[in-house]
């Protein structure tokens, strides 16, 4: 699979985080293929550069697959679940 190895940003397609662009302090390759997110008010805030609040209610758990797309790297949306009580 086509990919580039001197890409500086992963973009996060679909899902609470659509659009987001996370800077890469490594190659993307070294990238986890599957991530979970705990998802809040508080990451939103964080992702605006707001102030990081303590906040413990997590509303939902989402999972990113990573994939290339037109020789670039992603995280696609892969789903999500109720956080566990």
Request: positive net charge.
């Given at each position: 699979?086509?990919h580039?190895t001197q890409?500086t940003?992963i973009?996060?397609?679909?899902?609470?985080?659509?659009g987001?662009?996370?800077?890469l302090?490594?190659?993307?390759?070294?990238?986890?293929?599957?991530?979970?997110c705990?998802?809040s008010?508080?990451i939103?805030?964080?992702?605006e550069?707001?102030?990081?609040?303590?906040?413990?209610?997590?509303?939902?758990?989402?999972?990113?697959?990573?994939e290339n797309q037109?020789?670039?790297?992603?995280y696609?949306?892969?789903?999500s679940?109720?956080?566990r009580?």
């Open positions: 699979m086509p580039s890409q940003v973009e996060f397609m679909g899902g609470p985080l659509d987001h662009r996370e800077p302090a490594v190659n993307v390759e070294r990238l986890p293929e599957k991530i979970v705990y998802i008010a508080n939103f805030r964080q992702l550069g707001g102030q990081h609040e303590y906040e413990t209610v997590v509303t939902s758990r989402v999972i990113y697959q990573r037109k020789h670039q790297w992603n696609a949306f892969a789903g679940f109720a956080p009580r």
